[in-house]
């Protein structure tokens, strides 16, 4: 099966409108052990996308931020504002934690490497910059 970001799949992305507003926010405390490979994933699916890295790095310092950012643990990784996790919707546990993930039977302290996809292929959609992806 190939990647959602494969040549393929994005083939019928306009050249004259490219993806560079993305932006991808990866959320973490100080002293994560997953922040680095999460960002790593981050850029090697944007990389594989064709989309020039806009990632920012947002480091939450407290619980006061924890609330203002509703953030449901490290890493958190947000495309264009919508986390990856759909699930998240639901949640509402914001808090200086780790995050854990859960994609098809498996836990991990970080993302799938599909829900990234995911996510990135459904803000290009969103704003217009891919069309009839199926």
């Given at each position: 099966?190939?990647?959602?970001?494969?040549?393929?799949?994005?083939?019928?992305?306009?050249?004259?409108?490219?993806?560079?507003?993305?932006?991808?926010?990866?959320l973490?405390?100080?002293?994560?052990p997953?922040h680095?490979?999460?960002?790593?994933?981050?850029?090697?699916?944007?990389?594989?996308?064709?989309?020039?890295?806009?990632?920012?790095?947002?480091?939450?310092?407290?619980?006061?931020?924890?609330?203002?950012?509703?953030?449901?643990?490290?890493?958190?990784?947000?495309?264009?504002?919508?986390?990856?996790?759909?699930?998240?919707?639901?949640?509402?546990?914001?808090?200086?934690?780790?995050?854990?993930?859960?994609?098809?039977?498996?836990?991990?302290?970080?993302?799938s490497?599909?829900?990234?996809?995911?996510a990135?292929?459904?803000?290009?959609?969103?704003?217009?910059?891919?069309?009839?992806?199926?």
């Amino acid at each position: 099966m190939p990647s959602l970001c494969s040549d393929e799949v994005l083939e019928r992305r306009p050249a004259d409108r490219p993806t560079e507003t993305m932006i991808v926010d990866v959320l973490y405390f100080e002293g994560c052990p997953h922040h680095a490979q999460a960002r790593d994933l981050v850029e090697d699916v944007l990389a594989e996308c064709g989309i020039p890295p806009t990632i920012r790095d947002v480091d939450v310092n407290d619980a006061a931020d924890a609330q203002k950012l509703k953030f449901l643990g490290s890493p958190s990784i947000r495309v264009d504002g919508v986390d990856v996790d759909p699930s998240s919707v639901a949640l509402n546990n914001y808090g200086l934690m780790c995050r854990v993930y859960r994609h098809g039977g498996v836990v991990s302290g970080i993302p799938s490497r599909m829900m990234i996809e995911v996510a990135v292929k459904n803000a290009i959609a969103k704003s217009g910059n891919l069309d009839d992806v199926s």
